[in-house]
T-cell receptor
Framework: QKEVEQNSGPLSVPEGAIASLNCTYS??????FFWYRQYSGKSPELIMF????GDKEDGRFTAQLNKASQYVSLLIRDSQPSDSATYLCAVTGAGSYQLTFGKGTKLSVIP | EAGVTQFPSHSVIEKGQTVTLRCDPI?????LYWYRRVMGKEIKFLLHFVKESKQDESGMPNNRFLAERTGGTYSTLKVQPAELEDSGVYFCASSQDLRFSGANVLTFGAGSRLTVL
């Protein structure tokens, strides 16, 4: 059974610090990797996706993928209180439309 | 551009009753998905429509759940009869054809919270 594991948190970081969110996955055939942010009671919102090994940067966000270690992470630089939310890691396999989600990590940015 | 719209936002019903959830995807999105999050668990896939056709319904829990997408526009998810374990948040999402987006980027609705008493 395909699994995606995340530390549930809460992860607390001070404002302005770097928040590091981690995710591991069990299916070596996984091909695309997504980070969603979800505020309480709201819809999951895509932050970024990555499918090649290495880093992908978008503003304050950097996704890192290591397929050999089956590990994907999200770094948030200069964390703001508005970044406080649950961050969901999701993966899909080759040719698959299904997203397999982790349970999410709750991030709290302390002013 | 309007997002994915779901209705109702919250439904409270008794065990054995029927509930119908509705999803309006983003206009032009052929792919429509239903996902569910049960309390304490991860969001899980239920099924996938391409236009009006069911592409993958491997995640549907049992035959008490019926999803339709008549005309390839909005979709409904009916639970009949509802059981206690059906409580959770039901998310709908939509996406463009992969040929245009390159990756299956889903846009989610805010969800319909179902409480079965």
């Amino acid at each position: 059974q395909k699994e995606v594991e995340q530390n549930s948190g809460p992860l607390s970081v001070p404002e302005g610090a770097i928040a590091s969110l981690n995710c591991t996955y069990s299916d070596r055939g996984s091909q695309s990797f997504f980070w969603y942010r979800q505020y309480s009671g709201k819809s999951p919102e895509l932050i970024m996706f990555i499918y090649s090994n290495g880093d992908k940067e978008d503003g304050r966000f950097t996704a890192q993928l290591n397929k050999a270690s089956q590990y994907v992470s999200l770094l948030i630089r200069d964390s703001q209180p508005s970044d406080s939310a649950t961050y969901l890691c999701a993966v899909t396999g080759a040719g698959s439309y299904q997203l397999t989600f982790g349970k999410g990590t709750k991030l709290s940015v302390i002013p | 551009e309007a997002g994915v719209t779901q209705f109702p936002s919250h439904s409270v019903i008794e065990k054995g009753q029927t509930v119908t959830l509705r999803c309006d995807p983003i206009s032009g999105h052929d792919n429509l998905y239903w996902y569910r999050r049960v309390m304490g668990k991860e969001i899980k896939f239920l099924l996938h429509f391409v236009k009006e056709s069911k592409q993958d319904e491997s995640g549907m829990p049992n035959n008490r759940f019926l999803a339709e997408r008549t005309g390839g526009t909005y979709s409904t998810l009916k639970v009949q009869p509802a059981e206690l374990e059906d409580s959770g948040v039901y998310f709908c999402a939509s996406s463009q054809d992969l040929r245009f987006s390159g990756a299956n980027v889903l846009t989610f609705g805010a969800g319909s919270r179902l409480t079965v008493l």
